[in-house]
């Protein structure tokens, strides 16, 4: 069964820094495509950031470009997304998520069947 965890979510001022971390049990991590997505309330989920299966290749969403980084650590079983220079409009609960039947990380919510419970992560200006 496969169990994703979130944590390192928190309030920051605007221009700080948060890692986030995403421990997955019951999956090999290396061959899964994993996402960030994040969601305020009342809206939908947004994509954030992606890592491809058996790579380093990454996607990341306009807002995240030269700000967020994903990355992967296979032998933890644990994805993060180090998030930089942080905007108040970067407040929203952020989820990761697991998929395996892609080529590459796709962007919508649908396309991903396994998900964390989330990590509140709160900007103020």
């Known amino acids: 069964q496969v169990q994703l965890l979130e944590s390192g979510g928190g309030s920051v001022q605007a221009g700080g820094s948060l890692t986030l971390s995403c421990k997955g049990s019951?999956?090999?991590?290396?061959?899964?495509?994993m996402a960030w997505f994040r969601q305020g309330s009342g809206s939908r989920r947004e994509f954030v950031a992606a890592i491809k299966f058996s790579s380093e290749d990454t996607i990341y969403a306009d807002s995240a470009k030269g700000r967020f980084t994903i990355s992967r650590d296979s032998a933890r079983s644990t994805l993060y997304l180090q998030m930089n220079n942080l905007r108040p409009a970067d407040t929203d609960v952020y989820f990761c998520a697991a998929e395996v039947y892609h080529p590459t990380p796709p962007l919508k919510q649908v396309d991903y069947g396994w998900w964390g419970q989330g990590t509140q992560v709160t900007v103020s200006s």
């Open positions: 019951g999956i090999q991590m290396r061959i899964y495509n």
